[in-house]
């Protein structure tokens, strides 16, 4: 009874020592008499005792390796340290286990010496500005090297990148160069583009204050030519409804003879008179004396006798001026008037 107690006991305790359960995101890698048996999965899962070994369980999560600082030089001979970071998983546990001995320290070594070859072929600036091409470029050979130890590559970043002091001092000082060409190139370009702003606010202006003196004599040569057009319509409709009213020639007389009146206000220096004025204010006889035009007296229309001229006291007989020719005109001119 004892003896079966004690074979109980050991049973189970083989039993329970034999049974592994494996977590999610992992493999077990299992040896039988010390070869590759099976790759267990997660869950549960029972070995034999004494001739099935758990080599080795295989994380399958990513992990992020963070590398030290690696120094390299550029192909124009700048030493400065480059600090990466590496993104891999485990696609396949056996490989993992059985490729490389250490597959992280061979990683990061690989990773070291692909690093150098890279920015080996680039010169300081060209580093500094493609980071993007080193990512890609080195993410491509680590993933394929690393085939084989069953690692897979998804990622790589450059993380830092140090050059020396002196570098980094010229670097600040071509900076702040580039900058304050910068800043000179946006000030002129401001100057400019208020220059020509202004230029084109002030010729615009002129443009509109021209366009606005046009309009305005447009409009007042516009508002005379209507105002005279309407001038010699009224004129015009005046003319054709005297017409049409029959006006008589003593009218026409009459409204000149106003007219006259109107001229002779004593306003006006001189006034030529018509030659037949007294026949016009004969005619109308009692118009005249309306308008007070004229002398209402009788008028002796009979001949009067001339006297015959005498000499002309304006000629000095002492003196002689006017000569024989002035005293033979004055005796020529009263002969006539005694033979009339």
């Not at 690692?151 to 140090?162: A, P, S």
């Not at 007989?317 to 033979?328: K, L």
Request: proline content about 4%.
């Amino acid at each position: 009874m004892p003896f079966l107690l004690i074979l109980i006991v050991i049973i189970l305790i083989l039993v329970f020592t034999n049974v592994r359960v494996i977590g999610q995101s992992h493999q077990a890698i299992i040896e039988r008499l010390g070869k590759y048996h099976a790759t267990w999965d997660a869950g549960l899962h029972l070995k034999v005792p004494f001739v099935d070994r758990v080599a080795r369980i295989v994380s399958l999560k990513e992990q992020v390796m963070d590398f030290p600082p690696q120094p390299v030089i550029t192909k124009d001979n700048v030493t400065m340290q480059i600090d990466s970071v590496v993104f891999c998983k485990v696609f396949d546990a056996r490989l993992y286990t059985y490729g490389v001995e250490n597959p992280i320290v061979g990683l990061q070594n690989l990773a070291a010496t692909t690093l150098r070859n890279i920015i080996g072929e680039m010169e300081l600036d060209q580093t500094l500005t493609s980071r993007d091409a080193i990512n890609s470029r080195l993410e491509r050979v680590l993933d394929d090297a690393t085939d084989p130890w069953g690692l897979k590559v998804t990622r790589v970043e450059i993380k830092n990148i140090n050059p020396p002091e002196e570098v980094e001092q010229t670097m600040l000082k071509q900076m702040k160069a580039e900058r304050d060409r910068r800043q000179t190139v946006l000030e002129a370009q401001a100057h400019q583009e208020a220059v020509v702003s202004r230029a084109e606010g002030d010729k615009r202006a002129k443009i509109l204050a021209a366009e606005a003196e046009r309009d305005a004599q447009i409009a007042l040569a516009e508002g005379r030519s209507r105002s005279i057009e309407l001038v010699y319509e009224a004129e015009a409709r005046g003319l054709q409804k005297l017409n049409a009213a029959g006006i008589t020639e003593p009218v026409l007389k009459l409204k000149g003879i106003e007219a006259l009146k109107d001229v002779s206000d004593g306003r006006a220096t001189k006034i030529y008179m018509p030659s037949d004025l007294s026949n016009i204010i004969t005619n109308l006889g009692v118009a005249g004396e309306a308008l007070g035009i004229g002398d209402n007296t009788a008028i002796d229309t009979s001949p009067k006798p001339e006297k015959p001229l005498e000499n002309d006291p304006c000629i000095d007989a002492d003196t002689g001026f006017g000569g024989r020719e002035a005293a033979a005109a004055t005796a020529h001119i009263n002969r006539d008037i005694s033979r009339s």
